[in-house]
């Protein structure tokens, strides 16, 4: 009865740090309930709501705010406005850039990178476990495996008017989408190069997220 007693509390205590991680995972103690996709999820304010009541002129205006964006930042780009798609190369790692996607599509507009091209079929239930772990964590952004191409990539998406009226938000998401995606490459390429067990990965994970916390604390 103790040892189940003691065994219990040990599990609390994991269960409590994780949720802290969690919560202050790249903290954005300025942001609401503005990125959870509840319909409505915010009232577009009156002095704008001539402009961007219209799906046209919100669509219109985040696109030509997400180019004004990269042509500032002088990133490496392509626009593709037939397909309403932006690709721009960043960095995953040390030794591999990838294209990051940003798209308008369904009145919504859409962060999307491939964190990992290709894995072996037989390890696909562990990569699920994985994910699933990760999402656990995440309160911004999603994993996603494609068991047909093989394929997992970090995904995020919110609704043109929050961009529309609030255009600061545009350059905000797509630096926590990166920053979030190397993690994801990161504990993905963990588990195929040394094996690790999805839980392990996830553990020192946490770890590590708390190390960094403390870190910008103390600075």
């Known amino acids: ?28 103690s300025t942001e609401t309930k503005l990125e959870e996709r509840q319909r409505p999820s915010f009232q577009v304010p009156e002095r704008k709501e001539n402009i961007f009541r219209n799906e046209d ?37 040390e030794n591999l850039t990838v294209p990051y996607r940003y798209f308008l599509s369904d009145e919504e507009l859409h962060f999307n990178v ?34 047909n191409d093989q394929t997992v990539y970090f995904s995020y998406q919110n609704e043109l008017e929050l961009y529309a009226t609030s255009p600061g938000k545009i350059h905000e998401h797509i630096g926590r989408h990166f920053h979030i995606s190397k993690d994801v490459y990161w504990a993905f ?12 990965i996830i553990g020192e994970l946490v770890n590590n997220l708390k190390s960094r916390q403390e870190n910008n604390t103390q600075n």
């Open 114 to 147: 491939c964190v990992l091209n290709s894995y072996p079929q037989e390890h696909t239930t562990d990569l699920f476990v994985l994910a699933a772990h990760f999402n656990n964590l995440l309160n911004f952004g999603k994993v996603k495996i494609d068991v």
């Open 189 to 200: 390429e963990r588990y195929l190069t040394e094996g690790e067990e999805p839980a392990v």
């Open 57 to 93: 002129n919100a669509k219109g205006f985040v696109w030509n705010e997400l180019i004004s964006l990269h042509r500032r930042n002088n990133w490496r780009y392509g626009i593709f406005e037939s397909e309403n798609y932006v690709d721009t190369q960043f960095s995953l790692s």
């Open 1 to 28: 009865m103790e040892n189940g007693f003691f065994a219990l509390l040990t599990l609390l205590g994991l269960l409590a740090l994780i949720k802290r991680v969690r919560d202050n995972w790249y903290p954005k």
